[in-house]
């Protein structure tokens, strides 16, 4: 074991050490000066997670830096007097030191630490949590039920924008099920049930394949379980309203991907993936008709997973029929980055978990670009230009409704950050960079639009062998692409210079395929003559020819 260290404060550890040593490659990772670090570590039944992240005290948001998952197993406890293993014990200090040694080397100034069900219901739980303070410095909260609820409620808060409907999230982990309720004002119904995924193989499971009977009697005794908390949600529910359902966490995960490895084009990230009840019920129905070798030969899932994937999914499928909900939405964040976001909060890096909710696009969309070096100065002048022909073209251009025109805003946006990489070719590097980035709040199809939208704004328009257009399946999501892409690649032929010389474009329909814009120069400064546009009404000039092509009308520059 490690010598004795400072104890810590409550909230987690004051790591006064420089950023430094280094990441686990032993290079150096830079943070910048106006950005802070910490570290959240949660101690399931099942599994220790790490998640390191990057805070951003200006735009009150946050990205993932790193994250760790070792399988700890405290849920298998001692099955007479209901104690923590020695085993269980010493696999999680070998894997809490290791991941308190990996969040010091990225220069974290805390690190908050959670324990739940396993650690809570454990006689020795208590004394499990002194050790770790007294031989690794680690000071861990033991959170109640509902605590935990709070905390994963905070995580997919942190993920997705609720809008006007309200979300019903589950989190099946290895010793309690989460149900919560909440929408765009508040948490209504909090609830913890004692059924997990490792507490029901550990007690039910001894057969394998289950038997019929056994199955039956499994899912009677998920739905007793569960029937207190689905009764809580329901009354919570007010007349007429539809929840969306979100899982998180390992067994939503795991059905995700088994569902994802399955389909023709499988998603790069499950952030945002549905799954129908419908193909959640099959999933279930071949899970349990398979031996464990067996379903340790799928290959989206690990060994340790295959092991309870059978009782997690029973949950997860009992919940939704009690619940009468037909479609599963899956959440990546949960009660790791719900820590961070309480961190966020008790520092007064937000103003309340409300206001994080209300802005969670845009947030993460200029988190992006500033993350990747975009000029956010003149990002602004081409989204503000952008939507300015959005809105003057509309019935000429576009027959948008609306929905194009948040896409256009981010795309306008993140639309140079592939800059970063190559200047000649940005406009693919950009698409790459937005797909594999991570654009919380934008639903899976959403955020390939975005990054179409990026990579169409200028050289050649969309072609079938293009990757980037045959991940954009939809006839009607297509055509928003490529109309949006067309506003883009306007705005962005407006902006030639560092400085803003553009106060607005005026658009003048002259007929039913032709278009006039005008441009009205920017304010001089007293004493200055106002800027010469002949360069932007070149550059816009440039584009007619595409905008013919695309859609049939002819572009006309007005000179003053």
């Known amino acids: 074991m490690d010598g004795k260290v400072t104890p810590l404060q409550r909230t987690g550890s004051a790591l006064a050490q420089s950023p430094a040593a280094g990441s686990a490659s032993g290079q150096s990772v830079p943070s910048r000066d106006d950005r802070r ?40 406890r001692d ?38 069900s396993a650690v809570r219901e454990a006689p020795n739980g208590p004394a499990f949590l002194q050790a770790l303070l007294e031989q690794l410095g680690l000071a861990v909260d033991l959170v109640s039920g509902p605590e935990e609820a709070r905390l994963i409620y905070l995580g997919v808060l942190s993920a997705m924008a609720f809008g006007e409907q309200p979300h ?46 056994r199955t039956s009697f499994l899912r009677a005794y998920i739905q007793g379980a569960l029937d207190p908390a689905v009764a809580q949600l329901k009354a919570a529910l007010r007349p007429g309203e539809h929840p969306l359902m979100v899982g998180t966490s390992g067994t939503a995960m ?46 989206p899932i690990n060994d340790r997973r ?43 890096l937000l103003g309340d978990r409300f206001s994080f909710q209300s802005t969670i696009r845009e947030r993460t969309v200029r988190h992006l670009a500033r993350s990747f070096g975009v000029d956010l100065a003149r990002a602004e002048r081409v989204a503000v230009n952008a939507l300015s022909l959005y809105d003057q073209t509309r019935g000429l251009l576009h027959d948008d409704d609306g929905p194009g025109r948040s896409l256009l805003w981010a795309a306008a946006l993140l639309h140079t950050c592939g800059k970063s990489i190559n200047i000649s070719a940005y406009h693919k590097h950009t698409w790459y960079l937005i797909h594999h980035g991570e654009l919380l709040g934008y639903s899976q199809i959403e955020h390939l639009m975005v990054a179409a939208i990026a990579r169409y704004h200028r050289r050649s328009l969309p072609k079938k062998r293009h990757e980037s257009w045959q991940l954009i399946e ?20 407006l902006d030639r210079r ?3 010389v553009i106060e607005a474009i005026r658009v003048h329909p002259a007929g039913p395929e032709v278009l006039d814009l005008e441009l009205l120069p920017a304010v001089p400064q007293p004493g200055d003559a106002p800027p010469d546009l002949s360069l932007e009404r070149w550059s816009l000039r440039s584009c007619a020819e595409v905008v013919l092509e695309a859609s049939g009308v002819r572009l006309r520059v007005r000179e003053p």
Request: aromatic fraction near 2%; include cysteine; hydrophobic fraction near 45%.
């Open 254 to 299: 795991a059905l995700a991907a088994l569902a994802a490895a399955e389909d023709p084009k499988p998603p790069l990230r499950l952030q945002g993936y549905r799954l129908s009840k419908e193909r959640i019920d099959q999933l279930v129905a071949r899970l349990l008709a398979m031996p464990l070798e067996q379903r340790k030969t799928l290959a």
């Open 37 to 76: 670090r910490v570290a959240a570590i949660d101690i399931g039944t099942n599994s220790t997670h790490l998640v390191i992240a990057e805070v951003d005290p200006v735009l009150s948001s946050f990205s993932v830096v790193l994250t760790e998952k070792s399988t700890t197993r405290l849920g298998d």
């Open 498 to 500: 560092p400085a803003g």
């Open 306 to 348: 295959a092991e309870i994937i059978v009782p997690g999914a029973l949950i997860l499928q009992t919940a939704m029929g009690m619940l009468g909900v037909r479609e599963l939405v899956i959440c990546e964040r949960a009660l790791r980055e719900g820590l961070i976001v309480d961190w966020m909060l008790r520092n007064q």
């Open 168 to 213: 019903l999230i589950i989190d099946i982990g290895g010793g309690s099920t989460e149900l919560i309720l909440a929408d765009e004002h508040d948490a209504r119904s909090l609830t913890s049930t004692r059924i997990g995924a490792v507490r029901l193989q550990r007690e039910f499971c001894q057969q394998d394949p289950l038997s019929p009977e």
């Open 79 to 116: 099955p007479e007097s209901g104690d923590l293993s020695p085993e269980a014990i010493e696999r999680a200090f070998h894997t809490l030191r290791n991941c308190r040694e990996l969040a010091q080397s990225y220069g974290v100034e805390q690190i908050v630490t959670a324990a739940t």
């Open 474 to 493: 939809g006839r009607d999501q297509r055509r928003t692409v490529a109309a949006m892409a067309l506003l883009l690649r306007l705005a962005a032929a």
